[in-house]
DNA sequence: CCGAATCCCCAGCAATTTACTATGAATTAC
DNA sequence: GTAATTCATAGTAAATTGCTGGGGATTCGG
């Protein structure tokens, strides 16, 4: 029950670019560079964030990766699916009606992870890239103190 | 960001031998008979909770497992930090202070997965071994419906 | 139009983890 | 004593993870 570095780099990359890459593209040797990750992987992480739409690319010199869209209506949820897949923790659950698991009829611990997707949902739906933002702003400020 | 079998079929085999085992111990076989699952692992998940202490076990002929403890006291948490060690969702996250990330200064995602971690022990601490057993009779008596 | 800086795509691969299986010993009721 | 159990440890095939590498396509600046 963990999420894989795909996700733990790719949000970290998704607030750099959005903090660094308001005015000019940001590419992704910057990013890199800054997070401290490697070129090479961060492509490919970039790569399913632009599939999934979250971000946009402009190629050749100068070029660059830049959000795509409002940072207010991208969640972290959007970010980590596009990365990790679903977030449903077991395949039975009941989210693919079919018989995955012979027990379903009288299986109980369905409700178990239905109840735990729900409130992961919830949270991670619930925070936007935009506070992200805003709060690694300050924090750089030095206006942010530890909660 | 997946639970394993061991997390899943190890709720599922709480759950039996609470159902079943209210007067004579469990043997593995009728687990892995009725939930469908292999002998010998099942072995294996039922060494992790005794080792954890939520089930105690009877060896010899006539033996098997039974619940240790209260009902109402266990909790999904306990039952899948047993199995599947801590819930934490990512490394860093503050819960070990030392430098696991060298970002961690200005790393705003460290916030993300505390909330996620704070959402899921709540929602895994709360649900009780009592309730699962108390929806699963009445499931079997037909006297439970679809939510 | 050239060349450097970029993104883009796909292949490969070592290490780790997962989900078992196998073997055999220790214990206990009858 | 024998059959039914748990217990402990080791092995292992398949999948997943976390990268690395090669080579191409695109674009800007001069």
Redesign the interface.
Known sequence: ????TK??YG??AM?DVAVAGEEAPVPIQAIAKR??LSEKYLEQLLGMLKKAGLVKSIRGNQGGYQIEGDLAEIS?GDI?RAL?GE??????AGFEEDGAC??AK????K???K??NE??E???NR?TLRE?VE??KS??AGTWEE?
Chains 1, 2 share one sequence.
Do not use: H, N
């Not at 029950?1 to 894989?4: D, H, T, V």
């Not at 009288?106 to 611990?109: G, L, P, R, Y």
């Open positions: 029950m963990k999420f894989s996700g733990r949000l970290r607030v997070q401290d972290v980590l990790e977030l449903l923790p077991v395949d039975c012979k027990a009288s299986c109980v611990t409700y178990v992870w109840r735990i409130s992961l919830e949270t991670v925070i992200l709060q690694t924090m750089q909660e």
